[in-house]
């Protein structure tokens, strides 16, 4: 791309996420009805791959250029994987600096495997920080949520920041997303539904993504506390946070009967390995160590969209 189009990209970027996006909205507050198609790109903005097994990393709160983030991008790095999904949150602000400084020194060099989602740092000053970055990244205006595939997986990008309550654009999209009978769909936002955190615990505000994904996807991917946690099934839903990717650690509940797994003092990251009807999990420390892992299985999605 010549940096004449690139910059007229960017320009283009700017405008379009000022008009559709407007202020931060309130779970409860629909999204302006003038936002623009750009608000969802559910085939083009991050490439499906239908590889039959496919790897798949997670991980958030990394974003801030320091060495235990370095250290988490490098051991992602070391291994063969098809996507990483990064669950928000550039630090401090999400500035286009900092995304410049903090986020490409880390997990910067991932990119263009990436697939990201806002978290609440960045979200505020995205039309100069995320969307700008992401858009030369992927070659495309960057949407504010969107969907992808890894082989029999279906991946959706939704967006905690956003608003998503009855009647917004992002829950009408969604319900379109998940039609279809089966349940082999992951989920990822920023903020958790449900968490043994101790910094932020539950976000009750996100409870129309979880309903609306509730019975049609299997895992649920989240960051915001900076630790990493795998809950009980709920709803039939695994919840896994994986904030542990660089940020300070926040400590954990540990008598919080949801938690099935959690690890407050080391950073790392989440491996998946997604194939036909089920989904191999591993959250992985800096080091290489195994600290939890074990399979979440579901029934094939009745159709590819």
Known sequence: ??????????????????????????ADRAAPASAGNHLAHTSSFVTSTSRA????????????????????????????????????DVYTYGTAEEYRSNYGTTYGPLARLTAPTP????????A??????????????????????VGD????????????????????????EVRNPGT??????????????????????????WNAVRGHAVIVLNG????MQRLRPIDGITEIV????????????????RLAFGDDTHFGAVRLELTPGRARFAFVRVGGQVLDSGVVRCSPNAARR
């Open 119 to 126: 978290g609440d740092n960045e979200w505020p000053r995205r």
């Open 53 to 88: 097994a496919a790897v798949v990393w997670a991980v958030g709160d990394g974003g801030n250029g320091r060495h235990d983030a370095k250290a988490v991008a490098s051991l992602i790095a070391a291994s063969r994987f098809d996507r990483l999904l990064y669950v928000g």
């Open 184 to 209: 082999c769909r992951l989920a990822f936002w920023h903020r958790p539904r449900h968490s043994a955190g101790t910094v932020h615990g539950d976000q009750p505000d996100v409870a129309p993504l």
């Open 224 to 227: 915001h506390e900076h630790d």
């Open 153 to 176: 997986w279906k991946i959706l990008s939704l967006n905690s920041e956003l608003a998503h309550g009855p009647g917004s654009p992002q829950l009408r999209w969604l319900a379109s």
């Open 242 to 257: 994986s904030g542990a990717g660089g940020a300070p650690l926040y400590r954990l509940d540990p008598s919080d009967r």
């Open 128 to 149: 100069t920080g995320y969307d700008p970055y992401w858009a030369r990244v992927h070659g495309r205006l960057t949407p504010a949520f969107y969907s992808f595939r």
């Open 1 to 26: 791309m010549t940096g004449g189009w690139a910059t007229a990209l960017t320009l283009l970027t700017l405008i379009v996420t000022t008009v559709a996006c407007g202020r931060p909205p309130t």
